[in-house]
Each structure stands twice: as structure tokens, then as C-alpha cells.
């Protein structure tokens, strides 16, 4: 953007903690919760915000089907308790569905469209899978090289990343048990914890015995993915899922998760309203489209 006429600060905000998908604590927990749980954490922060000074509702999702379609952004802020007055818009660009929602809704500020907005992203991918539940290509994305990587998942797009920059098996180890090491330094430390909103989780078992349901709730306040107990011995092992002569393995490329965020938009004055210290103002931003998936048909998946 060359031209703005405000500019646009984050005064606000909270995220769920990232649980993984299938077998995680966020498994029987719909999406939709999930990010009205991440919204009314990041108005608590801000009590002194007017919720009917909020102009829209901006939220990512990469897969808007099933638990997290029917304009989930819309349906988040409602259930939320945001006025019926504030909008609600959902946005897909996959992984980076969220991060464009805050794009957009900076953005939106800095333009003078709004004074303050909601932005943030949720997904489930316990309850909608990855390409979602009824995938369905364009048989035309097949007919020309350089439109294949539309079909490509991450898997795939990853180990064409590894073979075009000759990224190999053991410096992908090596990353990945860094990565861990890291985050679970940082959770010991607490630095995730300014950012995160505990979630109570409730667990359903039938005993069968009485016939009655058992329910058990716990708190739910660290990331699910850190693992302490992981080596570069046990992530040697595992074998690679993408590519039958691939380097990705389930351990060295991201979970599949479920999670939420949010955080709060707002030019100068609002913020100063909100007696919040600024603490991140939205600079600018770009998209860049590689042309690593556009992979020739050779290439042996």
C-alpha cells in the first residue's frame, strides 16, 4: 500500500492452545467454540473497547466445510457476543487463510473503512479433513503443467522444496528436533502464556455398567505438539509418508492441528481508548506466489 490515512495498531491478542487433530484434546471440540473462545479472550483484554465500535469480523479457515462453514466469522462473533451490528467474513487462502484475515482487516483500518476490527483464524482438522470431505478437482488443473501444484498438498510441495534446495533427510531432523527443543524451553519459561486462553476440555465415556455418560473436564493451557521425549535416533527412524524416495517424514514436517486465534485491530485514537499500549503496528505486507509446484510430470511422486 502506497497511500494510507491512519494507521493501524494490534492492541489485542489471545489464541487457543494448538492441540492436535484425530487424537488430541481438541478432537470432540468444534471449531466454531474454539474461536469464540479466542474472541472473547481478546475483547477481555481490552474491557474498555465499545464492542459496537467493531466494524467487522475477518476470519481464516482453510477449509470453511462442515463444523467451520456457514460463515464461521459471522457465526464466532454472534455466539461470542458481539452485536449483531459487527459483520462477519471468512477467508480462505489455506495456510495462510488467518494471516490474511489480519492482513485485511489492517488494511481495512489504515484505508479509513474502519476504526477497529476483529481478526483471527480457526480450524478443526480432527472434524474436516485436509482438501476437505468431498475433494473434488477441476479435471482442466491436469491438463497443464504449470497449474498441477493445485492439487499438491504440503506434503508433496515439501519435499519438492527439499529436492529443488537440496534440503536433505538429516538437516530436516535436525530442524525439527531443534524446533522442539525450542518450544518446550519456551513453555517451561512461560513466554507463551500473555498469549494463550485456557480452554476447558470435557471427555465423554459411557460406562456401561449403569448406561450413564462419565464426564470428566480438564484444562487445557500448552501446545499439544512439543515433544520432550523426541531424538534425532527416533526421528530417523520414521519413514517417509509423502514420497516413496522422499525425505518428509511425520516427524520433521508440521502436525495437522486444531486451534484458534484472535486479536483486536484499531486505529491510533481507538486504541488510546482502550488504554492499551501499542504493541505492534501493521507496517505493510505481500503476497508471492513460487513456482515449485509446477512440477513436471515426471517427477516421481
Known sequence: MTKQVQDAFIVAAQRTPIGRSGRGYFRTT??????????????????????????????????PEGEQGFNVARVGALLAGLPSSVGGVTVNRFCASGLTAVQMAADRIRVGEADVM????????????????????NPAVFLK?????????????????????????????????ASH?????????????AEMTTIVVEDRTPD?????????????????????????EALGRLKPVFAAKGSVTAGNSSQTSDGAGCLCAAQPS????????????????????SDVCAAERSWDA
Open 30 to 63: 468444534r471449531p466454531d467454540d474454539l474461536l469464540v473462545a479466542a474472541i472473547q479472550a481478546a475483547l477481555k483484554a481490552v474491557p474498555k473497547l465499545d464492542p459496537k465500535a467493531i466494524e467487522d469480523a475477518i476470519v481464516g479457515c482453510a477449509m
Open 118 to 137: 476483529i481478526a483471527g483464524g480457526t480450524e478443526s482438522m480432527s472434524m474436516v479433513p485436509m482438501t476437505g470431505n468431498k475433494p473434488s478437482f
Open 145 to 177: 503443467d504449470e497449474n498441477i501444484g493445485i492439487a499438491y498438498g504440503m506434503g508433496l510441495t515439501a519435499e519438492r522444496v527439499a529436492e529443488r534446495w537440496k534440503v536433505g533427510r538429516e538437516r530436516q531432523d535436525a530442524f525439527a528436533l
Open 181 to 193: 527443543q525450542k518450544a518446550i524451553r519456551a513453555q517451561q519459561a512461560g513466554e507463551f502464556g
Open 208 to 232: 456401561l455398567a449403569s448406561g450413564d455418560v462419565v464426564v470428566k473436564k480438564r484444562s487445557v493451557s500448552l501446545d499439544e505438539g512439543p515433544r520432550a521425549d523426541t531424538s534425532l
Open 270 to 289: 481507538a486504541g488510546r481508548r482502550c488504554n492499551r499500549r501499542r504493541t505492534l503496528r501493521a507496517r505493510d505486507h505481500a503476497s508471492h506466489v
